[in-house]
């Protein structure tokens, strides 16, 4: 079965950066588009990222445009959110999630994770 496990959540000031990490099992990031998704408490999940590296292309949430960089490590098949200059409304459950595709822009997911909890002081 096809598992993802977020991890790297943690309480932090404002400011300062976490690096969040996806790593999976039974699937190659390299034929999947990756995305990070979030949850804060009270409000719907939106997606703050999505990648395809075997595409190039890369999609941002327009408030995490210039502060969140998605990257991976092919070796360890595992894919980073680094999350920069947080801030309180940074605060949520942070997922991710892989779809067998190339288009960044999707909305539904075929694996998802559990989530790990960010949460942004001010």
């Known amino acids: 079965d096809v598992q993802l496990q977020a991890s790297g959540g943690g309480l932090v000031q404002a400011g300062e950066s976490l690096r969040l990490s996806c790593a999976a099992s039974e699937i190659n990031f390299e034929d999947y588009a990756i995305g990070w998704f979030r949850q804060a408490p009270g409000k719907e999940r939106e997606k703050v990222g999505c990648v395809s590296f075997s595409a190039g292309v890369t999609y941002y949430l327009d408030s995490a445009k210039g502060r969140f960089i998605i990257s991976r490590d092919k070796e360890k098949n595992t894919v980073w959110l680094v999350t920069n200059k947080l801030k309180p409304e940074d605060t949520a459950v942070y997922y991710c999630?892989?779809?067998?595709?190339?288009?960044?822009?999707?909305?539904?997911?075929?694996?998802w994770g559990k989530g790990t909890l960010v949460t942004v002081s001010s």
């Open positions: 999630a892989a779809a067998a595709s190339t288009s960044v822009l999707l909305r539904e997911m075929d694996y």
